[in-house]
């Protein structure tokens, strides 16, 4: 049963414009979410984290948006470069742990 | 510091041998990872160490899985006998226990199966 869930397995952006990048998760205990982006051949590099007493984090092209209500997070990126195409994964914690559980990611592609 | 720091990076093996992956968590973390990614699958969690003790194994997939952490530097994932299936890369990342915050990953192991 997989608790994070990234239903895109892949998104497609023009150079410039705005990436959204989304991902659901089941379990209402998660209280921390985070981004990774991941290049070939490389392991995972930490983007960006959300506590859930937030509804946004921003840091540079980077926006993070949490709705618990939804049991949705989304990752925007703007504006988009080439150098962002990679696997994104989306990640959450459980209350008082630190046990990351991934999603199943999502290729940016982004054209120039 | 060097980062998490995985041998080998590559590892191609026969059906039924053992293989071991290797690797080293960044100085002063106390939480170690061993995840595998596959395409279907995306990054599962395999076990999960905290001051080098097993805190949650149910992500190992089978008994031919184990994993060991004898000192806070060191870890190893075991497969015994490997299959065909077992194909992925694994990653180990480190963290700092009870703090949100971010794991730190190794490049990875791709390990191949034939």
């Known amino acids: 049963d997989q608790q994070v869930k990234q239903n895109s397995p892949s998104l497609s952006v023009q150079e410039g414009r705005i990436s959204i990048l989304n991902c659901d998760y089941t379990n209402s205990m998660f209280d921390y979410f985070l981004w990774y982006k991941k290049y070939p051949a490389e392991g995972p590099t930490f983007l960006i984290s959300i506590s859930s007493i937030k509804d946004k984090n921003e840091d540079g092209r980077f926006t993070v948006f949490l709705n618990k209500s939804a049991k949705h997070l989304s990752l925007h990126i703007v504006p988009s470069q080439p150098g962002d195409s990679a696997v994104y994964f989306c990640a959450a914690t459980l209350r008082g742990g630190n046990k990351l559980v991934f999603g199943a990611g999502t290729i940016l592609r982004v054209k120039s | 510091d060097a980062g998490v720091i995985q041998s080998p990076r590559h590892e191609v093996t026969e059906m039924g041998q053992e293989v071991t992956l290797r690797c080293k968590p960044i100085?002063?973390?106390?939480?170690l990872f061993w995840y595998r990614q596959t395409m279907m699958r995306g990054l599962e969690l395999l076990i999960y160490?905290?001051?080098?003790?097993?805190?949650?194994d149910s992500g190992m997939p089978e008994d031919r899985f184990s994993a060991k952490m004898p000192n806070a530097s060191f870890s190893t994932l075991k497969i015994q006998p490997s299959e065909p299936r077992d194909s992925a890369v694994y990653f180990c990342?480190?963290?700092?226990?009870?703090?949100?915050?971010?794991?730190?990953f190794g490049q990875g192991t791709r390990l191949t199966v034939v």
């Open positions: 990342a480190s963290s700092l226990a009870g703090i949100n915050t971010e794991a730190f």
């Open positions: 160490f905290n001051n080098n003790v097993p805190i949650d």
């Open positions: 100085s002063g973390h106390n939480s």
